[in-house]
């Protein structure tokens, strides 16, 4: 493996460090994914609880504590309460423009591996194939073994970059489902906790706010729409 891997020329080890790069990429996103779902369906049920009984300030206060980017979007509303929903609507708007790079981050990295790791290849197949016929030129074209021997080594690096290009793509539109879908969660999430809010300072703003300045909070039961 190693010698064909040398015989693919200079080129195949830039490929190479592109599919490490690509791999370390894949896993670091995976497992920071799969832990910020898992840690945010609780804690988001927990929020909504606590602004549902009025205890807005234990609210803010597990939102400080958490450092999912949720959290960080639902403190950002929290803390617009009493000053009307489109206030708190465009505090977790700009909140988002900061989290949701942090999702997507290194993402870019995958789609350029993935796009530019076939044109490495190719490229070594070029390299391969002026060799090839700087060949046909010293020994003529009586010698077919040799012309075919240069043909070949000149393909490997373009079935190489092919062979990390074609799963970097895969995993970078895995990825970019996963984050679309976080971010949809995180949407729909916002928008129930800002009516939650905008519930809260329509009815008992006033009791709450007291409660606040007090260092104290009001808690009580919001009855079911259903």
Not at 32 to 42: D, N, P, V
């Amino acid at each position: 493996m190693l010698e064909v891997f040398e015989k693919g020329g200079f080129l195949m080890y830039p490929i190479f460090i592109c599919s490490l790069i690509a791999m370390t990429i894949f896993f670091e996103r995976m497992f920071y994914l799969k832990s910020i779902k898992t840690k945010s369906k609780k804690y988001v049920l927990r929020v909504k609880n606590l602004v549902k009984k009025g205890s807005i300030e234990l609210a803010i206060s597990a939102c400080r504590k958490s450092t999912t980017p949720i959290s960080k979007l639902m403190l950002a509303g929290l803390m617009k309460f009493g000053q009307g929903r489109d206030e708190m609507k465009e505090a977790v708007e700009d909140r988002a423009k900061q989290e949701i790079p942090i999702l997507e981050r290194n993402l870019a990295t995958l789609s350029t591996i993935g796009n530019i790791t076939p044109l490495l290849g190719l490229l070594g197949t070029v390299f391969g194939m002026v060799k090839a016929f700087n060949v046909i030129a010293i020994v003529g074209v009586g010698n077919p073994v040799a012309l075919a021997g240069g043909i070949s080594v000149a393909l490997l690096t373009t079935a190489f970059g092919l062979s990390v290009a074609i799963p970097t793509v895969v995993v970078y539109n895995y990825l970019s489902h996963r984050v679309d879908e976080l971010i949809r969660e995180m949407e729909v999430n916002c928008i129930e906790l800002i009516d939650l809010l905008t519930y809260q300072e329509t009815n008992n703003v006033g009791i709450i706010r007291d409660s606040l300045s007090q260092g104290g909070e009001v808690e009580y039961e919001i009855s079911s729409s259903k």
